[in-house]
């Protein structure tokens, strides 16, 4: 399968064990995906949320993911397809699937990286520069077995700082010591769930990947619940 720069696919199984699982909370993946709202997972509900790229080929994606249900639909130019997270079987189907494990990678990596099976090792401060200015943030390396996922053995350098705020990270394809820089920007908060709002290329002044068109609804109550800046 040819892999493209913004497509990062990984097991299903992140996913599925997402409302149940328990997390160390000692682990620094898991103190940033508490930062970003894990432990109110289990009341989500419904979350939507559209990737989209802007590229040569630009990509809006509509998603609506049914939490409770382990349903997803994706939409494209009005046109909708459902899977069953659990019983995934037809060729169309598993490439929505694929394309939505991809996309949620995106959106909420933070639980991600806490649902899947990296292995995370803290490397401690470091200095980054974004945008032209040097930034003091904490690097965590996560790096996914060689035998899972559909891209198996690929890292990522992460870099937090003191508020959990994820500063941009390095996309490592198959662990090589070299990757692409993105700096995480326009962090948003639609619930209890943190977020990023767009993913910049380094140098870029706009986003390469953004995540729009959010909106969540908690068990128990229909309203929506939209995103909004955090300070």
């Known amino acids: 399968m040819k892999k493209q720069p913004f497509l990062i696919f990984l097991s299903a199984a992140c996913f599925l064990a997402g409302s149940t699982f328990a997390a160390d909370e000692t682990k620094p993946e898991v103190e940033l995906a508490e930062a970003h709202g894990l432990k109110n997972w289990s009341d989500v509900e419904v979350i939507d949320f559209t990737f989209s790229v802007d590229g040569k080929k630009p990509v809006n994606r509509q998603w609506s993911w049914v939490v409770q249900d382990n349903t997803v639909t994706r939409t494209i130019n009005g046109e909708s397809f459902t899977i069953d997270l659990e019983a995934i079987e037809t060729k169309e189907g598993k490439a929505v699937h694929k394309q939505f494990i991809n996309d949620s990678f995106w959106f909420l990596f933070p639980f991600s990286i806490v649902w899947s099976n990296p292995e995370v090792t803290d490397e401690g401060a470091v200095e980054i520069e974004i945008d032209g200015e040097k930034v003091a943030a904490n690097k965590l390396t996560a790096v996914w ?23 941009g990270w390095i996309f490592r394809r198959g662990n090589a010591p070299e990757g692409k820089f993105f700096a995480w920007k326009d962090e948003m908060q639609a619930g209890p769930i943190r977020f990023t709002g767009g993913y910049y290329p380094e140098g870029s002044e706009k986003p390469m990947i953004s995540m729009v068109d959010v909106r969540i609804k908690l068990a128990g109550n229909d309203e929506w619940m939209l995103p909004v800046p955090r300070p």
């Open 145 to 167: 077995p060689s035998d899972e996922g559909y891209t198996p053995g690929d890292a990522y350098d992460l870099f937090v700082d003191e508020d959990h705020t994820v500063l």
